[in-house]
């Protein structure tokens, strides 16, 4: 049997938590598996999930969104989304905020900048 996976899996027994309905309800469960675009997890009984669930992991200050691959009693196979590639949602909000703070900088700067010219200007006026 050929191997389907893009990236390599690696081994883990990391705590985990699983989000329905965007974070209001969840579960613990434990990370068996774990690679760059997915991961089986292994619930304490078995559940009806949704086809989507943000993946905590505590350990690594990451939650990913992902799909539900396939489901086996207790275990779940799910496949990260590609937009999570870029960090956790702490992450892409910290550097959203980031990017909102540096437009604010060059705003700031191109004021100062103007305030400066008319300051110069309005003294040459009055020197005359």
Do not use: N, Y
Not at 11 to 30: A, P, Q, Y
Not at 112 to 120: C, G, T
């Amino acid at each position: 049997m050929s191997e389907r996976r893009g990236s390599k899996r690696r081994k883990s027994f990391l705590r985990g938590r699983v989000h329905f309905d965007k974070l209001r309800g969840g579960m613990d469960c434990i990370i068996r598996d774990l690679s760059d675009e997915g991961a089986r997890i292994i619930l304490s009984h078995t559940v009806t999930s949704p086809p989507i669930i943000d993946l905590e992991i505590p350990q690594r200050g990451q939650t990913l969104r992902a799909e539900v691959q396939w489901r086996r009693t207790d275990e779940i196979g799910l496949a990260f989304d590609a937009a999570d590639a870029a960090g956790s949602p702490r992450e892409r909000e910290l550097l959203q905020r980031i990017a909102q703070l540096e437009a604010e900088i060059i705003a700031l700067q191109r004021t100062i900048k103007r305030l400066r010219r008319d300051s110069a200007g309005d003294g040459d006026i009055e020197a005359a």
